[in-house]
């Protein structure tokens, strides 16, 4: 039996906007998305669809990518919530 593709559900802006908290940790680390996907046991196409902003990373996405990258999750939420504000009201 083949089962349904079930659509995953849009990125919200805090989930854009931890997005790209990663993307420019990646970019200032020279780590690419292929690299960061196989160090957290993800597939690369996963990664880079939530890179994208074509469907949200998990919670336990977060912690894995925060352990790998070797950095706080309070200080990528922090950023990802400044980028937000920064944003203003109208961010989609």
């Known amino acids: 039996m083949v089962m349904p593709a079930v659509k995953q559900p849009e990125s919200g802006p805090l989930a854009k906007a931890f997005a790209g908290e990663v993307r420019a940790c990646l970019a200032r680390r020279r ?3 292929k690299q960061l996907a196989i160090s957290t046991g993800l597939s690369p196409t996963y990664v880079n669809k939530r890179l994208r902003d074509e469907a949200p990373f998990t919670l336990n996405d977060v912690e894995v990518i925060c352990e790998k ?11 990802a919530a400044k980028a937000l ?7 989609e």
């Open 69 to 79: 990258l070797d950095a706080d999750s309070d200080g990528f939420r922090a950023a």
């Open 85 to 91: 504000r920064e944003a203003g009201p109208d961010v």
């Open 31 to 33: 780590i690419t998305a």
